[in-house]
């Protein structure tokens, strides 16, 4: 079983940047495909992107391509979210998420493909 702890959250202006950590531990890492995902206040929880366990594959919603980049460096057992350009509507709590899978290539982009969660990590983008 992983445990994910992300951290690098913070407050920023519309068109600043952020990177965000999540440091896994107890688990095969580079077995493991792993998400980002957010929710913002009164929101459901959606999809940011996702990285394959081989890290060759990756995905990302339609609202951060191009300006979110994800991810992984297995030495450092770590995934990572590059945030460029941020926007108001990025604000939300920023969750890591992991699950085992068989394939080099495969990702997941529904949250309940993830048995693995970190505890979250606020991004606040201001005007």
């Not at 996702?50 to 991810?71: E, L, M, N, P």
Request: proline residues 3%; positive net charge.
């Amino acid at each position: 079983q992983v445990h994910l702890l992300e951290s690098g959250g913070g407050a920023v202006q519309t068109g600043g940047s952020l990177k965000l950590s999540c440091a896994a531990s107890g688990g095969t890492f580079s077995s493991y495909t792993l998400g980002w995902f957010r929710q913002a206040p009164g929101k459901e929880r959606e999809f940011v992107a996702a990285v394959s366990r081989s890290g060759r594959s990756t995905s990302y919603a339609d609202s951060v391509k191009g300006r979110f980049t994800i991810s992984r460096d297995t030495a450092k057992n770590s995934v990572y979210l590059q945030m460029n350009i941020l926007k108001p509507e990025d604000t939300a709590i920023y969750y890591c998420a992991g699950e085992p899978s068989p394939y080099d290539f495969d990702y997941y982009r529904e949250s309940r493909s993830y048995r693995y969660w970190g505890q979250g990590t606020q991004v606040t983008v201001s005007s």
